[in-house]
């Protein structure tokens, strides 16, 4: 079904419009057909949309059904709901519901339009992805079964998500019992459970999920039971569940309510994205030249969410991951938050899984019938290119993973922060600003004298290289401090 095709990689930066207004909008564009293509990954957390790429070259990487995006040359928001939504809303939304109106950090944020307009058109097309069933194939570091005594390889089931334009393939398959993959039952019964918690208003809830009715423990069931029969019809049953829920407005009116995404909801898309890109390549993207910038370490979701959360970012804003690997957290970034998101990375095999992931991530983010913000993924080093140099003279939020950078990297990088605007904030593993720096007459130049560092906390399992917490740093450009000083000495 699969044929192995050296991946061809154009350049181009893939841009999902974001609609400011209610009114329809076409479905992305760069998401037409599908294209065979080669993944790549990186360790731990996920996120990169694909891009169409302008310089074709040959890599090694598998190739998937699925059409590439290129580019050119990684918890906590929840969901919110506006404060002056009408009454009518509001007793449609149950207790739980409301309650998170009044998050405090959420308030003041600008209004985000969370549904995809376009995917709940009713001429909303399936964009191409990598289903659920051609996993296996592609998999080779996994063997796999059949999920029912005596059932075909080929034998496949059809699930509905929320939005008008998706069915995804789901093969009845397992890992054999001496090897770890993919798990079909475990992505059907999460993937359920999600569409419950976040898209059906509580009187639907109740019945969906009930302990022991509720669709998702019905599929599991009729798993342990090896029964396909039961399987089939539970998720035909679903299947017109979703669409009866989306014909009768039920589904977009729990959505139009809603001003942000969940980390939890989130995480579910990344993860779905990650196992059919990153998982299939991660023997692409374990090869580095020690002692150099290029080497990586993931900041995890749950870790990446905290950050969002706690800089309030927002979806007019700007945010920019330098070095950005497979581009894990621009995607998040502009899922979550809804703004503008760039990232930039240098080393060829992760721009190239970046694609992947890119392409995956928009068609999934459609399929579940959400917006997100304008992504652009840049092939080559930050401290020259062109676009990047550009984005960050407007660019709010500045992620630096500089962990392992070398110090010469590092003092590159203070060398960019003097053209960011005022009130820029970068956010960082390492302090920028060293212990008891403070401004004089011999470094009154220094762009360390710009940055305001505030050190804050991240906990366990948020970065892949270890499961301990630690600590990172928010700079804020603030000439405050340096000019107060300049006027003083001139007294």
């Known amino acids: 079904m699969f044929t192995k095709k050296p991946l061809i990689v154009k350049k181009t930066t893939v841009t999902v419009k974001r609609t400011s207004q209610p009114t329809p909008s076409p479905a992305p564009s760069h998401l037409r057909k599908p294209v065979a293509r080669a ?54 939304l149950d207790d739980r ?87 079909t039952a475990n992505d ?40 396909e029969t039961a399987l089939i019809e539970v998720i035909e049953e679903w299947n017109s569940e979703m669409v009866r829920l989306r014909k009768d407005g039920t589904i977009t009116k729990i959505l139009d309510a809603m001003d942000y995404i969940t980390p939890s909801l989130a995480e579910r898309i990344i993860n779905q994205t990650f196992s059919r890109t990153v998982s299939l390549n991660l023997k692409y993207l374990h090869h580095y030249e020690a002692g150099t910038d290029n080497v990586y370490g993931e900041l995890l979701p749950k870790f990446v969410s905290q ?34 998101s760039w990232g930039c990375e240098i ?17 999934r983010c459609y399929m579940w019938g959400l917006s997100l913000g304008d992504t652009h993924l840049e092939k080559g080093d930050f401290t020259v290119n062109a676009k990047i140099l550009d984005v960050l003279k ?19 990088l203070t060398t960019l922060f003097l053209d960011l605007k005022e ?8 302090s920028f600003v060293p212990n008891g720096h403070k401004i004089s007459a011999r470094n009154s130049d220094s762009v360390l004298n710009l940055l305001r560092v505030e050190q804050k906390e991240y906990f366990s399992k948020c970065v892949s290289w270890t499961d301990q917490g630690g600590n990172y740093y928010i700079s804020t450009k603030d000439s405050t401090a340096v000019a107060r000083f300049h006027a003083q000495d001139s007294r």
């Open 39 to 92: 993944p790549k990954a990186r360790p731990s957390s996920l996120g990169s949309p694909r891009r169409d790429n302008s310089s074709n070259r040959d890599s090694p990487i598998a190739s998937a059904k699925r059409k590439k995006p290129s580019r050119s040359a990684s918890a906590t928001p929840d969901f919110g709901y506006d404060d002056e939504s009408s009454d009518d809303v509001d007793d449609f």
């Open 97 to 183: 519901t409301k309650r998170q109106k009044i998050d405090p950090l959420q308030r003041g944020l600008p209004k985000r339009n969370v549904r995809s307009q376009a995917a709940f058109e009713e001429e909303a097309r399936l964009l191409p992805i990598v289903h659920a069933a051609d996993i296996p194939a592609l998999d080779k570091s996994t063997k796999y079964e059949s999920a029912f005594k005596g059932l075909s390889e080929g034998s496949v089931v059809n699930f509905q998500f929320p939005s008008a334009a998706a069915t995804e393939r789901f093969a009845m398959v397992k890992p054999m019992s001496d090897t770890h993959g993919y798990e």
């Open 188 to 227: 059907i019964t999460q993937t359920m459970h999600m569409i419950v918690e976040y898209y059906l208003p509580k009187s639907e809830r109740e019945r969906f999920d009930n302990e022991t009715t509720g669709f998702p423990q019905r599929v599991s069931r009729a798993i342990n039971k090896k029964s």
């Open 307 to 340: 950050i969002l959360r706690d800089l309030r970012v927002s979806s007019d804003q700007i945010f920019v991951d330098l070095g950005s690997g497979v581009g894990n957290v621009v995607l998040q970034a502009a899922l979550e938050a809804g703004c503008e």
């Open 347 to 363: 080393m060829d095999k992760y721009c190239e899984v970046a694609d992947l992931q890119q392409g995956e991530f928009i068609a």
């Open 394 to 412: 407007r660019a709010d939020v500045i992620l630096v993973n500089n962990q392992v950078f070398t110090p010469k990297l590092n003092d590159a």
């Open 423 to 430: 009130g820029a904030r970068i956010v960082s593993l390492k």
